[in-house]
C-alpha cells in the first residue's frame, strides 16, 4: 500500500510561484507514471504535469513554461513547482502514483490565485 501526502498549497496573487510536493509512503513495484492533476469548481479534474518512469515529462498546454514537474527518487516525491500563477489556476491538485497494477492519489491541496 501506498500513501501520498501532498503539501505546498495555498494563496498567492497573480504572477507568483507556490511548489507542490507529494512523498509517498511505502512502497510498491513498476511505477509507471507520477503526476499532477487539478480539479476547479463544477469542471472535471484534469491533467497538469506528468512524468514517467524513465523521466519524460508531460504538460497541459496552458501550464507549458510556466510548471516544471521533477522526481527525487531517493526521497520518493514528486515535485510541481508553479510560476507565474493565473487565476485560472486555481484548483485543488492532487498527485497521482500509477503503477502497473494499481494506482494511488492524494487527498489534494488547495491553490488559490487573487489579489
Known amino acids: 500500500q501506498v ?10 496573487q497573480p504572477g507568483g510561484s507556490l511548489r507542490l510536493s507529494c512523498a509517498a509512503s511505502g512502497s510498491f513495484p513498476n511505477i509507471l507514471l507520477m503526476g499532477w ?12 504535469a506528468a512524468v514517467n518512469s524513465g523521466g519524460t515529462t508531460s504538460y497541459k498546454d496552458s501550464v507549458k ?4 514537474i521533477s522526481r527525487d527518487t531517493a526521497k520518493n516525491t514528486v ?3 508553479m510560476n507565474s500563477l493565473k487565476p485560472e ?3 485543488v491538485y492532487y498527485c497521482r502514483y500509477r503503477y502497473l497494477t494499481d494506482d494511488f492519489w492524494g487527498q489534494g491541496t488547495q491553490v488559490t490565485v487573487s489579489s
Open 37 to 48: 492533476y487539478r480539479q476547479a469548481p463544477g469542471k472535471q479534474r484534469e491533467l497538469v
Open 3 to 12: 500513501q501520498l501526502v501532498e503539501s505546498g498549497g495555498g494563496l498567492v
Open 89 to 91: 489556476d486555481t484548483a
Open 79 to 81: 515535485y510541481l513547482q
Open 65 to 68: 513554461g510556466r510548471f516544471t
